[in-house]
């Protein structure tokens, strides 16, 4: 089992940085893809961005690329998302997820066995 909790969520401006956080606890987190997703009101659930249980790969949807930053601390066991300049339409319940399958598979939320409640992001114009 795997216990996710996220942080970090908030109303910011158009423009604007967040960064979220989750801590895992439960089983060995190195050994896990991490992932972020991310549901607006109405629409469907959306992959973010994923990292490989060392840090060493990542990939993003083409929403985050160049805007979004995913990494994680393995002493902390905790995944990050940096988001800059964040739009209104970046507005949605961010929730981390963890996964045992390779990063470069994991874009997807079947793939994606425990997830965290998740935190509100609002970013006004």
């Known amino acids: 089992q795997v216990q996710l909790v996220e942080s970090g969520g908030g109303l910011v401006q158009a423009g604007g940085s967040l960064r979220l956080s989750c801590a895992a606890s439960?089983?060995?987190?190195?050994?896990?893809?991490m992932g972020w997703f991310r549901q607006a009101p109405g629409k469907e659930r959306e992959f973010v961005a994923t990292?490989?249980?060392?840090?060493?790969?990542?990939y993003y949807a083409n929403s985050a690329k160049g805007r979004f930053t995913i990494s994680r601390d393995n002493r902390k066991n905790t995944v990050y998302l940096q988001m800059n300049s964040l739009k209104p339409e970046d507005t949605a319940v961010y929730s981390c997820?963890?996964?045992?399958?390779?990063?470069?598979?994991?874009?997807?939320?079947?793939?994606?066995?425990?997830w965290g409640q998740g935190t509100q992001v609002t970013v006004s114009s």
């Open positions: 990292i490989s249980y060392s840090g060493g790969s990542t």
């Open positions: 997820a963890a996964s045992g399958v390779p990063a470069s598979a994991a874009v997807s939320g079947v793939s994606y066995a425990y």
């Open positions: 439960g089983r060995t987190f190195s050994s896990l893809t």
